[in-house]
């Protein structure tokens, strides 16, 4: 650009290398830093570097976590034989919102895909082996997304698993609480139909 | 929200406090820096404290600077008798960008708002006056937003100006160039048809 001062070049460059955020909003971020008084933008940039420092992968369960091992996995009160498995560490924040489980999980950080040369070697598939080699799993459920990456990542590493013999199953598929069926996709609720159940 | 590591909630909430980032974009933003290597956030945290640092107003125009004075007021070859009085630093670049503009700028830092409570003393108003007393200003372009606020400043700004008789002139009203009249709105085509030149 050239037009701007060097300095602020550079911070609507390292705004924009962001996902998500354009040129112009780079812009607008980079100017409002330049009105946040010398403690807040000091606030800002020493966040992103505690987060950098601090945040570390839970050495049981992948997740993010501040110590070696999560609040969950360190937990007495959640039951270990029962090992749900996402895709993302904010899935496993979804999943707690819903206070419902008291298992724990196993994060892979990422989903097979051959079109983004992702395979089994990318993503936490391994440490998953290795949990299961190691203690005593019960069931194993798999909470991949239900597209087709998930899909597939669920079906692969549900093979892997076979051999084990515990029990895997899958989340339900189904039309969404609250939502209109005038609104529901026709697999959702192809899915909805086949996975019906008595009342 | 307590689903997350402490450090993690810390950085989203900073950055859902950046204009035009919600919740959701801030957890995205947060990911995303924890996914940085460890020199890429640290130039990204320098990136915010060094802006905030260098970066100073020009004693003169009052536009971004890492100088106290800008490039172009210290510049020989731009016309000190003209001077274009902008609402906010981006403005400066916009028009610098047209490759067209010689004289120098003055920024106001803001409009007049007196909805919002933007009056006389909270934007760079007297500093003009005192640059008009101090130098000899030949001309004086308005080019603040053709919006009710911009119109506004320019309109109290010019009469407080008149006085000094110098000239007083405001960017044209017109037709964007490229931009097809079916799609004009009829404000702006009135004053497109007032400030028609013979050709």
Redo the contacts between chains.
Sequence with gaps: ?G??????D??I??FAS????GKK?A????????T?N?EE????????????R??RRCKICQN???DDICPICASDTRDKEIICVVS???D??SI??SHEYKGVYHVLHGVLSPANRIGPGDIKIQELIDRVNNGSVKEIIMATNPDTEGETTALYISRLLKPYGMKITRLAYGVPVGSNLEFTDEATLTRALEGRIEI
């Design positions: 650009m037009f701007y001062p060097n300095t602020l550079v911070l460059e390292k962001l996902p998500g955020i909003s812009q607008r971020l980079a100017f409002y830093v330049l946040m010398y933008a000091e606030n800002f940039a020493n966040a992103i570097m505690q987060a950098k601090n945040i993010l976590s501040e993302e560490p904010k496993v924040f707690e919102k």
